[in-house]
């Protein structure tokens, strides 16, 4: 009986003293800070994280219109670069919602991609006065995007089958905006804005 006492109380304290020297104790966290159960490590999903990283790469990168200086008198309006290859296959992903899938259940691949982007419109709207950025004309960019591919579709339950589609193409229409400032760009001192 003693032995087994003593073998709890070795374990008792083994346990305390590693609770103790990992700092995830409550009551270490300082004198300011004690704000109980709350300061333990909550785990996230990755499922959650993933959404939450693709919206802000999405808002970083392609949801800000950017500023320019003005166009030049008798240059060309050229646009900004054609839309990329991340940026088609995230609206194709977002349109035919194949990302993920279920592992084992319902997954989907797309094999062999080629993708063609066709400008359809390039334009520049007349000059207007545009709240928090000033005088400035829009720069219209339009864009037809092909995407082919062949699609592998595995469904895993009830019954596991496998189907390929060798020729599938998606169209995507993707359209980039800018602005062109207009008029005194120089925004030092004596500028009119």
Not at 54 to 73: Q, S, W
Not at 126 to 136: E, K, N, S, T, W
Not at 139 to 149: G, S
Not at 165 to 171: L, N, S, W
Request: charged residues 20%; negative net charge; glycine residues 8%.
């Amino acid at each position: 009986m003693s032995r087994k006492f003593a073998f709890t109380a070795v374990g008792v304290l083994v346990l305390l003293s590693l609770v103790s020297a990992t700092g995830c104790r409550w009551t270490t966290l300082g004198p300011s800070l004690n704000i109980g159960f709350a300061s333990y490590p909550i785990p996230v999903s990755p499922y959650f994280q993933k959404i939450a990283e693709d919206k802000f790469h999405e808002h970083e990168r392609y949801e800000r219109v950017p500023i320019l200086g003005p166009i030049t008198a008798g240059g060309p309006a050229v646009a900004l670069d054609p839309p990329s290859d991340d940026e088609i296959m995230r609206a194709l992903e977002d349109a035919r919602s194949v990302q993920g899938g279920l592992p084992l259940m319902h997954e989907i691949q797309r094999n062999n991609v080629r993708i063609v982007v066709e400008p359809i419109a390039d334009y520049v709207d007349p000059p207007r006065v545009y709240p928090l950025v000033g005088p400035a004309q829009l720069h219209h960019a339009h864009y037809k995007c092909i995407v082919y591919f062949s699609e592998v579709t595995r469904i895993g339950w009830p019954i596991p089958y496998t189907t390929v589609d060798e020729d599938t193409q998606e169209v995507i229409y993707i359209d980039h905006n800018h602005l062109h400032m207009v008029g005194n760009v120089d925004c030092g001192p004596g500028s009119s804005y």
